[in-house]
T-cell receptor, first 109, second 116 residues
Framework: DAKTTQPNSMESNEEEPVHLPCNHS???????IHWYRQLPSQGPEYVIH???SNVNNRMASLAIAEDRKSSTLILHRATLRDAAVYYC??????????FGSGTRLQVQP | DTGVSQDPRHKITKRGQNVTFRCDPI?????LYWYRQTLGQGPEFLTY????????KSRLLSDRFSAERPKGSFSTLEIQRTEQGDSAMYLC??????????????FGSGTRLTVV
């Protein structure tokens, strides 16, 4: 499995954009990059995933570096409900997700 | 569809007892996963099924743990002779499977096990 590095914690202000970085320098060429988040006392929640191109959905945007060794999850306007632990994971198609320790995002009102 | 359902939500058991958890995945999802999560840590992979076939098991899944998905629908995770170290949140997830695209997982709310 590719190794990932994420900051332990980040802070943001409400209604401001948040950029959550992830380094995955050993990613394989066919691994998808997945992002999940986990709110307190809940199971993880799928956020977004992509292979090479940048991806957008209703929750967030995923910017993938050209060499695919890093990616950034972008929350366009943080809300208090976005306070969670965010996990980034490269994943080979046939393998299961392998979670690291993630980034704990705090959102200040 | 109401998502991934796990039962029970909480379980308190005495050390040495056997426990069984159930997971009902999203009906059209043919992959089902089990994870374990302890406080302050990310989820740890235990095992996964594609339909009724168990395709991968983690080294964390000791001989006391067994998982089944007999008809490719719901799954059970049994822990025999529970130990205090088994206290954790047990999470189930499901996903579609189909090449060449990868798919996101839908997680349940988990079963919290406390071994006393």
């Amino acid at each position: 499995d590719a190794k990932t590095t994420q900051p332990n914690s980040m802070e943001s202000n409400e209604e401001e954009p948040v950029h959550l970085p992830c380094n995955h320098s050993t990613i394989s060429g066919t691994d998808y990059i997945h992002w999940y988040r986990q709110l307190p006392s809940q199971g993880p929640e799928y956020v977004i995933h992509g292979l090479t191109s940048n991806v957008n959905n209703r929750m967030a945007s995923l910017a993938i570096a050209e060499d695919r060794k890093s990616s950034t999850l972008i929350l366009h306007r943080a809300t208090l409900r976005d306070a969670a632990v965010y996990y980034c994971m490269p994943k080979a198609g046939r393998r299961a997700l392998t979670f690291g320790s993630g980034t704990r995002l705090q959102v200040q009102p | 569809d109401t998502g991934v359902s796990q039962d029970p939500r909480h379980k308190i058991t005495k050390r040495g007892q056997n426990v069984t958890f159930r997971c009902d995945p999203i009906s059209e999802h043919n992959r089902l996963y089990w994870y374990r999560q302890t406080l302050g840590q990310g989820p740890e992979f235990l095992t996964y099924f594609q339909n009724e076939a168990q395709l991968e098991k983690s080294r964390l899944l000791s001989d006391r743990f067994s998982a089944e998905r007999p008809k490719g629908s719901f799954s059970t995770l049994e822990i025999q002779r529970t130990e205090q170290g088994d206290s954790a949140m047990y999470l189930c997830a499901s996903s579609p499977w189909g090449q060449p695209l990868d798919h996101g997982y839908t997680f349940g709310s988990g079963t919290r096990l406390t071994v006393v």
